[in-house]
């Protein structure tokens, strides 16, 4: 059985800073995709990045250079790192774990809120 869970979501004002771990539990982690989808109000859930087993790095456009996404395979928890944060970056943002095999697991989210 695997489960995900995010944490470390919250209100910020622009220009601050959140870290967002997500936890899994498992015996996937070190050898799956991990990475972080958002989902604003009336949008589609986009990706924001991501980390391969062997450390590829994939950011969407609009993060590069704001977010950094970091894996501890021995803790089982990969990291979302973000600053300089806009308006704009206000979602749920969901944890996932792309397995070997393509399956995808999806933890349940946490509301990132960006306003002053």
């Known amino acids: 059985q695997v489960s995900l869970v995010e944490s470390g979501g919250g209100l910020v004002q622009p220009g601050g800073s959140l870290r967002l771990s997500c936890a899994a539990s498992?015996?996937?982690?070190?050898?799956?995709?991990m990475g972080w989808y958002r989902q604003g109000p009336g949008k589609q859930r986009d990706l924001v990045a991501e980390?391969?087993?062997?450390?590829?790095?994939n950011y969407a456009d609009s993060v590069k250079g704001r977010f950094t996404i970091s894996r501890d395979n021995a803790k089982n928890t990969v990291y979302l790192q973000m600053n300089s944060l806009k308006p704009e970056d206000t979602a749920v943002y969901y944890c996932?774990?792309?397995?070997?095999?393509?399956?995808?697991?999806w933890g349940p989210g946490t509301q990132v809120t960006v306003s002053s």
């Open positions: 996932y774990a792309r397995t070997v095999g393509n399956y995808v697991y």
């Open positions: 498992g015996s996937i982690f070190s050898t799956s995709t």
């Open positions: 980390i391969s087993s062997g450390g590829r790095l």
